[in-house]
């Protein structure tokens, strides 16, 4: 069983950076493919980025497209996500997840989610 602990958000204004943490145990992190979602005050979680077991492969929603950016240290068991030019629209909750197998953007691929991280942005 994979128990994933997300860190890293906070308050921040538009245009702002933040870097967000999701610290993983309890199973063989560094062969889980590792995906981040979101989701918004009344809205749906959605899709934010994807990377392989390896770091090799990723995959981004448009909406973060060139302002987001995932990686990882598998000798740490954390992934990060780098969060640039933030705009009041990014205001969700933050989630990772973790799957055995290669990259994914559908939230029913994941097995396991973390409780999330609040990152609020104010115009």
């Known amino acids: 069983q994979v128990q994933l602990v997300e860190s890293g958000g906070g308050l921040v204004q538009a245009g702002d950076s933040l870097r967000l943490s999701c610290a993983g145990s309890?199973?063989?992190?560094?062969?889980?493919?590792m995906g981040w979602f979101r989701q918004a005050p009344g809205k749906g979680r959605e899709f934010v980025g994807t990377?392989?077991?390896?770091?090799?492969?990723?995959s981004y929603a448009d909406s973060v497209k060139g302002r987001f950016k995932m990686s990882r240290d598998n000798a740490k068991n954390t992934v990060y996500l780098q969060l640039n030019s933030l705009q009041p629209e990014d205001t969700a909750v933050y989630y990772c997840?973790?799957?055995?197998?290669?990259?994914?953007?559908?939230?029913?691929?994941?097995?396991?989610w973390g409780q999330g991280t609040q990152v609020t942005v104010s115009s």
């Open positions: 997840a973790a799957r055995p197998g290669g990259i994914a953007t559908m939230t029913r691929d994941y097995a396991y």
């Open positions: 309890g199973g063989t992190f560094s062969t889980y493919a």
């Open positions: 990377i392989s077991w390896f770091g090799g492969s990723t």
